[in-house]
């Protein structure tokens, strides 16, 4: 779940050389290294979202933060004051890995739908039920980015918790998302056809979710526990 958080409140804007460096086929903060993704998607990576002038030393700390969380398989709930400088943060260090990204604004009209999936109509006028973006973030292993996490709703906060603690969530469609971990048990004991027939999806181990809000009672928004 979201078990980790760091304020930017302190962070500097003075301009310094970016620490971070692209290496062979990695990227290195510091002391901290990790091997760049190779997206299937190269769309989905975010791109300018580094200084033309170079970055903080502040700024690689926190890259350095981030990258030892999703090292350790961890999510990651950035805190500070309102603006774009969490955000920015977030997008840096998925071009920086080369990670693909989803990103979801929450907001008081976010509803389960826009967590799960959505009913549309395609064309002969029958429906069909389409993946929003942190079931395709789980399926296909990207980032998620939740913007506003003190503004989501009570009732959609357990939809959430859910796929965070447990990487779970049952779809509209019928299908179960479970745990990679999970899933590889069950796959000692049947086979991927009898897991697939039993509509079971596997959650990527690469799945991470990057949370941004503000810290509250100090600003106005709910708290994280319904």
């Keep these: 779940g979201l078990c980790a958080s760091v304020d930017l409140a302190s962070s500097s804007v003075a301009n310094a050389a970016a620490a971070a460096e692209m290496g062979e086929g990695e990227l290195r903060v510091g002391n901290v290294k990790a091997p760049l993704a190779l997206p299937s998607r190269p769309e989905l990576v975010p791109t300018n ?5 170079g970055e903080p030393v502040e700024t690689a700390r926190h890259l350095r933060w981030i990258m030892q969380k999703d090292l350790n398989g961890q ?7 309102p603006g774009p400088l969490k955000r920015r943060l977030a997008m840096l260090y998925c071009e920086l890995r080369q990670r693909e990204v989803e990103y979801l604004c929450l907001s008081r009209d976010t509803t389960e ?5 959505r009913r549309e109509i395609i064309a002969g006028g029958s429906t069909s039920y389409t993946d929003q973006a942190p079931v395709r973030a789980a399926i296909h292993g990207r980032i998620l980015v ?3 996490l003190e503004r989501a709703e009570r009732n959609v906060l357990p939809t959430l918790n859910n796929l965070l603690e447990n990487r779970e969530m049952t779809l509209e469609d019928g299908r179960l998302l479970i745990a990679a971990e999970r899933y590889d048990e069950l796959l000692e004991q049947y086979s991927a056809a009898e897991l697939e027939a039993r509509r079971l999806v596997r959650v990527s181990p690469e799945f991470r979710v990057i949370a941004l809000g503000v810290p509250v009672p100090l600003y106005p928004g709910r708290t994280l526990d319904p």
């Design 49 to 53: 979202f580094g200084l033309a002038n």
């Design 75 to 81: 999510d990651v709930f950035l805190i500070g004051p």
């Design 113 to 117: 739908s826009d967590l799960k999936q």
């Design 146 to 148: 939740l913007d506003g």
